[in-house]
């Protein structure tokens, strides 16, 4: 299985959002500015979010976007199966002989149960200092 830029993208939309979250609606060029992306495909993924349930647009001079339910609701799972669809790591797992389809499943279930356990607000509060706190070294 592959994520495509759809979901990559989808999510940084999400983690910015949740950023700010309680701060009020974030322009898509603010993002797109910050994290030299396209506004225009930016404005294409926003919207299958959108219709989701899982932002809101507030139109105007101040609109922009904002996250529907706090982050700390928001899976990656929600966010990826919106813009990538279901989680499969091959096609056609139902023709496979047992002992592969029984990996193939166990992959999917695997990766399935870590984006439904990571949340929107995990993803926002990750630091890469939060990567050195993890590792002790001894000398």
């Known amino acids: ?5 759809k979901g990559r993208y989808g999510l940084t939309i ?13 322009p898509l060029r ?12 930016l404005e294409q993924l926003v919207s299958p979010l959108r219709n989701s349930g899982l932002v809101k647009s507030v139109r105007g001079a101040y609109g922009g976007y904002m996250l ?6 928001i ?5 990826i199966s919106v813009l990538e669809g ?6 056609g797992i139902e023709n496979e002989e ?10 999917r279930d695997a990766v399935k149960n870590v984006l439904d356990t990571t949340t929107i607000e995990d993803l926002a ?15």
């Open 86 to 91: 279901p989680i499969q790591p091959v096609e």
């Open 75 to 79: 899976s990656a799972a929600n966010v």
């Open 14 to 26: 999400m983690i910015e959002l949740a950023k700010h979250y309680g701060e009020g609606p974030i």
């Open 68 to 73: 529907a339910n706090p982050p700390s609701e």
């Open 1 to 5: 299985m592959k994520i495509s830029t």
């Open 98 to 107: 047992a002992p592969q389809r029984e990996l193939w499943l166990r992959i």
């Open 125 to 139: 509060q990750y630091t890469e200092a939060n990567v050195a706190e993890g590792y002790m070294f001894y000398i």
């Open 30 to 41: 603010k993002i797109a500015a910050e994290k030299d992306l396209s506004e225009a495909y």
